[in-house]
């Protein structure tokens, strides 16, 4: 039978063949913890080989202490359309964060710890910054267990050649 | 576009996605599986009516998400069933649109 009817290319499409993605997170804040994650979750998803580098306030989100509880800060945000002076008030940094976790929470966004879980089940590579730990005090053990490794700059642009590169 | 599959005729779009969702069947699920290199099997079959099953409730494809969420499949499983792009693939053979949500 000679049907002509059209088939997605799915795997074969031109564009993503050999594609690599890497994002460095460099934020330790809970909006800017995020962009990295959701980008890197939808990479996976579209079969792209996908690297995450934590480094610096980007230990936040690996670091097993902080990783549940990062936090979302109006102070010096314009976006957050509260007065300035208002913003730093006490209470403001928690209730502005548990408002963002809820509204997270309602897009069935999964927190943290249960997306970088996600992203390891969907074959995404997660490192840590050598010199972030140094500075830090940590070692392997303090960090989300699914880590790949701590690695150091040289090894992270080894690991980049040919992909392409995020910065958060 | 008007096409046969499975013996049948049936309505796609452009990319080769049913249009119409009562047009499908479990034969014509085999056929739009076998598109793309995959063998249909009951587990594959349990997925895919998952997706049909949250499409009808709420008119937009689930994501992968959702799916593993929602419908109680593992993501790693998933990706070996539908590999690499696990949720266009599933809404492929499931003859529902391409999933459009971030997460």
């Not at chain 1, 980008?39 to 580098?53: P, S």
């Not at chain 1, 990062?70 to 102070?75: A, D, N």
């Not at chain 2, 479990?26 to 598109?35: K, V």
Request: with cysteine; hydrophobic share 45%; proline share 6%.
């Amino acid at each position: 039978m000679t049907d002509t009817r059209p088939i997605p290319t799915f795997d074969d499409e031109p564009a993503s063949a050999g594609r690599k993605l890497c994002i460095i997170c460099s934020k330790g804040s809970l909006d800017m913890a995020y962009p990295g994650l959701i980008l890197a979750n939808a990479a996976l998803g579209e079969g792209i080989e996908t690297h995450l580098f934590f480094t610096f306030w980007g230990y936040e989100i690996i670091n097993k202490k902080t990783m549940a509880k990062l936090q979302f800060s109006p102070v010096g945000n314009p976006a957050s359309h509260m007065p300035t002076a208002v913003s730093g008030l006490p209470g403001m940094q928690s209730m502005a964060t548990r408002m963002m976790k809820a509204q997270i929470e309602a897009l069935d966004v999964p927190a943290v710890p249960e997306f970088l879980d996600m992203i390891k089940d969907a074959g995404g590579h997660l490192w840590a910054c050598r010199m972030s730990a140094d500075m830090m005090k940590l070692t392997q053990d303090d960090l989300y267990e699914r880590i790949d490794g701590v690695i150091g700059a040289t090894e992270f642009i080894e690991i980049s050649a040919g992909a392409q590169t995020l910065f958060v | 576009m008007l096409v046969t599959i499975a013996g049948r005729q049936v309505h796609v779009n452009d990319e080769g996605f049913l249009t119409e969702f009562d047009e499908w069947d479990e034969a014509i699920a085999a056929e739009l599986a076998a598109d793309i290199g995959l063998t249909l099997t009951p587990e594959h079959l349990e997925v895919v009516r998952f997706v049909r099953g949250d499409y009808r409730a709420h008119g937009t494809t689930p994501t992968l998400r959702r799916v593993t969420t929602a419908g109680g499949f593992a993501t790693k499983r998933l990706f070996e069933l539908f590999p690499k792009k696990p949720a266009k693939k599933m809404s492929y053979v499931a003859g529902v649109p391409k999933p459009i949500g971030c997460v």
